[in-house]
């Protein structure tokens, strides 16, 4: 069967998966459609936080950023693994006793006040369309390059997935989806490494094949180190990113921003105790554990399969051009990878310096090469194709699902239209899905200009943001309204003026009027590592305007006891 | 000091702990001390960019079993029993 007709069968397999579920998992009432019951087992809940949490970001750009970054690349692996501790810790079995169905919720009970919830749906939804736009992205993406169908129809196709199982099921729905997404892409991610991890070291397990020999006896880090050097690029395990303090600054950003993230911290309202919240983030962190450790392996490997696919150690032995395999040809038609003959020799040179002759080498194609580059069979190319949607959709619904429920739950029952029934707000939560889908749906077809940009926007924000708002609401009683809408303002006006002014305003070019330039940074950071500089903005100045102004009312004291106690 | 204030004060301080570890792991061992590390060698490893790229995303996997685990302790000790809580 060719590679194309098996590729349809598995993708069109696991989405009739997802819609067998849809019709299964139904939501009856609010309670199951936000927090699909508050009964998920912590196992199976740590599986769907899992798959809401890897997106298209962590399958397909994460190893190639790494393979290209080397060390620097850590800030990725501690930064996106590390925030759970923090969750698991200060924020998750706090929020799950008090019994939440939205995070703004949350903050306009512990703040006792309506601006304080307005403000966090601000940053909700400005933290969550920012990164789904880029899932919407991703879908497309994967259809048009696997499936060969258009980017526009491949959205379309993605769009409709995503409507069945969220409007009908809500969390519910989305929650036993996530499931079956993780299992199909944790399988998709760790078969194509382990052929790999096999056939260079000899040891099947990635983790050690990463640490282990190669059939020469040399050590495959000490061997990619010296063979890259030699070429002139950086040395792989050695080389930081900037500088120690800038990684420093960038894993607490993503750590904090990680913890803050409200459709992250909304999967713990659906565990049936305070001490299932504390278990299921640990689950959680064991399934993006079994991906993110593998992840460092993929890198390094797929780049020493690439430089010595290329590279010989004499140069007039390298790749010749006409001799390109099969996917050099396939991947040069996507543009993604680029070759200019500029000493017209007939021969590939990819090296660190001028002479390079690779002047295109996309890190994105480093996951999805790597079975072709190592030669693997048809149907484990199909699986990476299943695998990718499958990230980009879980994390799109549970993006999804925090939009809609701070619209249905927060802004119209919670603040304009306290008097609607519930059997209301249910039909009000679905189409405030529907229409989430709508723009973000939107979005994915008309990319707006700074959607590169808005990783660093999501994290920083709920970095500088949501997160400390959250944990002084817990760890401190006299923390009151004034100082928190204070500091969440103050935490993310920094943040945002800071990454304007490096990347622009709205990340259009030409109005950012400090330049992207390391010297105008402040100390040294750059502005994807700003959201812990907002952070602790935002702590000192909510600990500032605190002091002075009246502290809480008992009973939101009382409320601050009842929820440390499990 | 009352009851509550004492489950409180045993859940911070482990707390404390807990990220005293989390921050030597990561921070330390894996960003501010890289360098000294990776004298060492774990196989074919340097150890400082293990603990950066595997060992640190693996203690925090223990850390936070270990930390629901002496929760868990800590409540039957003050004798809450939060399973039934729904």
Known sequence: ?????????????????????????????????????????????????????????????????????????????????????????????????????????FISDRYYSKTARVVAVVCLIIASVTYVIGQMKGIGVAFSRFLEVDYDQGLMVGMAIVFIYAVMGGMKGITYTQIAQYVIMIIAYTIPAIFISFMLTGNPIPQFGLG??????????????????????????????????????????????????????????????????????????????????????????????????????????????????????????????????????????????????MVKVDRDIMVLANPEIAGLPNWVIALVAAGGLAAALSTAAGLLLAIASSISHDLLKGVFRPEISEKEELRASRIAMAASIAVAGYFGFNPPDFAAGTVALAFGLAASSIFPALMMG??????????????????????????????????????????????????GIEPNAFGAIGAIVNFSVAYLVAKKNPEPPIEVKEMIERIRLP | MNKDQG????????????????????????IILVDSLNTIQLGGYKLG????????????????????????????????NNDQDK
């Open chain 1, 212 to 357: 282990g020999t190669l059939e020469d006896g040399s050590y495959l880090l000490d061997k990619l180190d010296q063979i890259i050097t030699d070429l002139g690029f950086k040395e792989y395990t050695t080389n930081a990113r900037l500088s120690l303090f800038n990684m420093f600054f960038y894993t607490l950003s993503l750590m904090i921003g990680t913890a803050g993230l409200p459709h992250v911290i909304m999967r713990f309202f659906t565990v049936p105790s305070v001490k299932a919240a504390r278990s299921s983030a640990g689950w959680a962190l064991v399934f993006i554990a079994i991906l993110y450790t593998t992840a460092p392996a993929v890198a390094a490997m797929a780049r020493l399969n690439l430089i010595t696919t290329i590279d010989q150690p004499e140069q007039e032995q390298n790749l010749a051009y006409k001799d390109r395999p099969s996917w050099f040809r396939n991947w040069e038609k996507t543009g993604l990878l680029q070759f200019e003959d500029k000493n017209g020799d007939g021969f590939i040179q990819y090296t660190g310096t001028e002479n390079n002759e």
């Open chain 2, 49 to 80: 960019f293990w603990f950066a790229q595997q060992g640190s995303i693996y203690i925090f996997v223990i850390l936070i079993f270990y930390y629901s685990f002496k929760m868990g302790e800590i409540d039957q000790k003050y004798g809450s």
């Open chain 1, 1 to 105: 069967m060719d590679l194309k007709t098996l590729t349809f069968l598995i993708v069109g397999a696991t989405f009739v998966v997802y819609i067998g579920i849809a019709f299964w998992a139904r939501a009856r009432n609010t309670n199951e459609f936000y927090i699909a019951g508050g009964d998920i087992h912590p196992v199976a809940n740590g599986m769907a936080t899992a798959a809401d949490w890897m997106s298209a970001a962590s399958f397909i750009s994460m190893a190639g950023m790494i393979a290209f970054l080397g060390y620097g690349g850590s800030v990725f692996l501690m930064g996106w693994t590390g925030g759970y501790v923090l969750l698991a810790l200060l924020l998750a079995p706090y929020l799950r006793k008090h019994g939440s169905f939205t995070v703004p919720e």
């Open chain 1, 474 to 523: 817990i760890f401190s009683k006299t923390m009151n309204k004034e100082g928190a809408i204070a500091g969440m303002l103050a935490g993310i006006g920094v943040t945002l003026l800071y990454v304007f002014q490096h990347k622009g305003i709205m990340f259009i070019q030409s109005t950012a009027f400090l330049g992207n330039m390391e010297p105008n940074w402040f100390l």
């Open chain 2, 7 to 30: 489950y409180w004060k045993e859940n911070t301080s482990l707390i404390i702990k807990c990220l005293v570890i989390w921050f030597v792991v990561s921070y330390g061992f894996g």
